[in-house]
């Protein structure tokens, strides 16, 4: 007899049938007694046509306005949910963002949550209504429509759950929980029942889309314990079995059980590494250079910057693939002659393979233990950036994959 | 230099060219120096495919949660037609029905407005904003989403109309204005240059489906004259020449210039005719009879009751050809035996055709000439109601083109 939120995916909700399939689902843990607040996403498909049908009209659409569109696609989808429950024989009540209402501020497209009033929503469970809150939506103080980007309906339900100090916020989407890494890759990569926030942070952030970096940074502030688990099963498998399934994020360190090193290796396909080279090595360059790159909206991931020597410097940073021949561009044309640099080189073609592991921090050797197991596979390492929990490497992309196995089997991690 | 509320259909807005055409031709009047607030339908198709993908999951869908779903259509028609009117070059803001707000009672799906708060829109449009609100939609005082039924954006446009005291609320639609009658079946039907409020009324309510019943109520209240015109002209003709075309719809009855006796010929193919034949001739049998249609929601147009002869009278109603089967089973296996009577007899195969016009008033002869022209053609007339301004006639389904044709050829419309 708890309080629960659900969070249903796109791809959970995009067809009537799978709507249908939701609202069982969420009807099993009603009748189990569960309170029982539910996020739902758009219809898979829906806000990227809105955005195309915005976009036809306005390249660049206007922040608000498009706002207003694309916040549409979770309105229709908790309507409609909520007439799956009645026909469950629930009795269901949807709200908008502003009707909750989940206050942001006035980022349009890209805002951030809060507070969450928290009275109507305890009225209507109390009431013994299931409640279904639009995700990916707010409403900013001068009174207009906000969205918080793209995933930002896990952000919402995890907001919600922290809101509602609710015993679990559970994340139903078309994976059945967290990989040691991913299953395409490694075939006998291994769910995990449980994962440390920091360890689930490093593995969102580097490209485990499983979950979106912000919710989870939010589960771990608010201390939500946060289950990613599947929407694809028979919605009606014991209730006991479902609460047990996936992968819980959880906050205590202790709970991670396992006691291993390393909980995941993690890997970015597409990035792209850019090296200025002949930097003069003065105060203010570093920033010169990021600061370029940044006001053009490119995201820097890894940055080096080599010991300097006669005064001179490298300075190499990693950038996403598709934004590569921009940042080559702004950096040939403009900031190369402006501070003095002798060449721009730049390697499109490699990606970043990291080792995570909250375990990682009282056991000296894992970066030996990395280094040592690409080197026997002939993997040249291109860069090398660490963190308490990680170590990342970037390497030719052809050794990816090759990288990836041969990590997961040094750590052990199949075999647990 | 006047405050103008410009209203587009479903069809005005039926896809990105045609939205970029509205935003063109509002350009043109804020370029002139008018105020203009829009107030747009949702794309055509999309109310439909919204209402269809509810009734898949819900037959009788749950109208709090209709509303919902429904009111999106809209939602996104103002923010794209806004983000048209910023490529136009034309600040712009977008409203939801509760963003203004558009307050109404609580009756879902077909919601009434109760009034518009102006300060919103007035601030806007003082900025030199042109002010998109969407239509069909407003808030109760419940805080939950409205609509106020099909059309309802109509209505919705002639309530912002009245509220802002408009100079003139302009309804953009498919057809280029109200004729004498419809030029499908009279080839030689001429375009009203004026028609008053109790006239367009008479037409809207008898089937020439320009505008929504209410709607036209709601501008003769608040005496808010309204245009009915083309938005399938090259939104780049001059405005002088726009602001003229279409049909006027006045409250001024002195500015019937034409001093015409009847206006226009009004028709309805779809009706059904139903006697309850030797009914007792005592209090309270009508009200038994069409509470009982009413309680099944079935609308009753004309109503006739004979002369009773010996304690017995007939009833004689009609009621819209779809509910004929309804309103017969309910009457035969229900009504009859309650009330005693003889017999029940139905006509599922009527046309109503009505003469329409504020002349009648002060003119003699209207009626004679009527039933003397149908007399005439050999048409025989079934039933007959007559009101101020109208009178209209039941007849048999197949001579309905011929009494329009001849009818309007009989008062001369063709020839002004």
């Known amino acids: 007899m708890a309080l629960v939120v659900h969070k249903y995916g796109g791809t959970?909700?995009?067809?009537?049938?799978?709507?249908?399939?939701?609202?069982?689902?969420?009807?099993?843990?009603?009748?189990?007694?569960?309170?029982?607040?539910?996020?739902?996403?758009?219809?898979?498909?829906?806000?990227?046509?809105?955005?195309g049908l915005a976009k036809e009209i306005m390249p660049e659409p206007d922040q608000r306005e498009l706002d207003m569109v694309t916040s549409t696609g979770e309105q229709v989808s908790?309507?409609?949910?909520?007439?799956?429950?009645?026909?469950?024989?629930?009795?269901?009540?949807?709200?908008?963002?502003?009707?909750v209402p989940v206050k942001t501020d006035t980022s349009h497209t890209k805002a951030r949550i809060q507070s969450i009033d928290e009275e109507k929503i305890r009225e209507n469970?109390?009431?013994?209504?299931?409640?279904?809150?639009?995700?990916?939506?707010?409403?900013?103080?001068?009174?207009?429509?906000?969205?918080?980007?793209?995933?930002?309906?896990?952000t919402s339900a995890v907001a919600v759950a922290a809101a509602l100090k609710?015993?679990?916020?559970?994340?139903?989407?078309?994976?059945?929980?967290?990989?040691?890494?991913?299953?395409?890759?490694?075939?006998?990569?291994?769910?995990?029942?449980?994962?440390?926030?920091?360890?689930?942070?490093?593995?969102?952030?580097l490209g485990s889309k499983v979950l979106q970096t912000r919710s989870v940074e939010l589960a771990g502030n608010y201390h939500v314990p946060t289950r990613v688990l599947s929407s694809m099963t028979d919605p009606d498998i014991p209730l006991e079995e479902e609460a047990k399934s996936g992968t819980l994020i959880t906050f205590e360190e202790d709970s991670h059980m396992e006691q291993t090193v390393i909980s995941g290796i993690a890997f970015s396909r597409d990035e792209a590494k850019i090296t200025v080279v002949g930097v003069p090595d003065r105060p203010g360059i570093a920033s010169r250079i990021l600061g370029a790159i940044a006001s053009a909206n490119i995201e820097v991931d890894m940055i080096i910057q080599n010991q300097s020597i006669n005064g001179k410097t490298d300075f190499t940073f990693t950038v996403p693939r598709p934004d590569y021949n921009r940042a080559m561009d702004l950096l040939n044309n403009q900031i190369k002659a402006e501070i003095g640099a002798t060449d721009i080189i730049g390697d499109a073609k490699v990606s970043k393979v990291s080792a995570?592991?909250?375990?990682?921090?009282?056991?000296?050797?894992?970066?030996?233990?990395?280094?040592?197991?690409?080197?026997?596979?002939?993997?040249?390492?291109?860069m090398i950036s660490t963190s308490e929990i990680k170590i990342s490497v970037i390497i030719d992309e052809k050794y990816m994959e090759l990288a990836v196995r041969a990590l997961h089997k040094a750590f052990g991690l199949e075999q647990m």
Chains 1, 2 share one sequence.
């Open 356 to 382: 995570i592991g909250i375990g990682m921090r009282s056991h000296v050797g894992v970066a030996s233990k990395m280094f040592g197991t690409l080197s026997e596979e002939g993997i040249n390492i291109l």
């Open 12 to 51: 959970s909700m995009g067809s009537i049938d799978r709507i249908k399939n939701v609202a069982r689902r969420v009807a099993k843990w009603h009748n189990a007694g569960h309170q029982v607040v539910v996020v739902p996403s758009a219809m898979s498909g829906e806000t990227n046509r809105l955005i």
């Open 166 to 205: 609710a015993a679990e916020c559970l994340i139903y989407t078309d994976v059945d929980g967290v990989y040691t890494t991913d299953p395409r890759v490694v075939t006998d990569a291994r769910r995990l029942k449980k994962i440390t926030f920091e360890e689930m942070l490093e593995m969102a952030s």
């Open 78 to 99: 908790v309507g409609l949910l909520s007439m799956a429950l009645m026909q469950q024989g629930k009795q269901a009540v949807s709200f908008t963002g502003w009707q």
């Open 125 to 154: 469970l109390d009431a013994g209504k299931v409640v279904i809150i639009a995700g990916f939506q707010g409403i900013s103080e001068d009174g207009n429509i906000t969205t918080l980007g793209r995933g930002g309906s896990d």
